[in-house]
Every structure is written in structure tokens, then in C-alpha cells.
């Protein structure tokens, strides 16, 4: 739910960066949206790559979108799919807080937790 609130956020802002740009009669109307994508786009890959580890894929899945026409409804099938239940390999699942003893938890998967603290008396 996390990556698409994030993703679907961008289509009003595209929205009205188009509308002020018509307003502003800037000769060229994507200049306005086409910069807002170019400053968004790290965060929304960022966000795709770990949107693939939630369903337990690599990162690298996202490079299907280079195969023409069928390559980005392979990676919105793969975006669509409910994330694994409880860990995997790519850490702890985002729906399920841990709980109780974190560092034992995230050893089972092979996740490097930081240390907790010992408790000062």
C-alpha cells in the first residue's frame, strides 16, 4: 500500500504542474512535469526496488522493463502481488512489526540487526 500511495501521489502533482505551466504559457507545457520527474525519479526506483523485496525479487527484476511491451506488465504483476508473509531474505516483511527479541529474529534471516545496547543500572 506504502509504494503505490507514493507512486499514485504523482499524478496530481503532474497534473498541476501541467495546468500551471498553461497558465504560465511556458512554451513548452512538459518542461514543468518532465523536471518533477526527472527530481522524483531515484526516490520511485528506490521505491519499486524495495517494493521487490517485498515480494522476495531482487532489485534487479526492475531491468525487465527494458523488454518491449510485455516487460512493464511483467514488473506491475510483480508490484500487484501481496509481499511474502513474515521474512525473507531481504529483511523482516513491513506488515508485521517484530517482536520481542529483535536481534534473535533478524539472525533467523540472515539480516544483520545493530546491536541493542546492554541496559545501564
Known sequence: MEYWVFELAHLPVIAALLIVGRMARITNLGLLPSLYI????????????????????????????????????IVLSFTLTDGNRGPNRF?????????????????????LAPPIPPERH
Open 91 to 111: 529483511g523482516p516483511s513491513p506488515k508485521q512489526p517484530m517482536s520481542g527479541d529483535e536481534n534473535a529474529q533478524a539472525d533467523d534471516i540472515g539480516y
Open 38 to 73: 526527472l527530481a522524483v525519479v531515484i526516490p520511485s526506483f528506490a521505491g519499486l526496488v524495495r517494493r521487490l523485496h517485498d515480494t522476495n525479487r531482487s532489485g534487479w527484476w526492475l531491468l525487465i522493463n527494458l523488454v518491449p511491451v510485455v516487460g512493464p506488465f
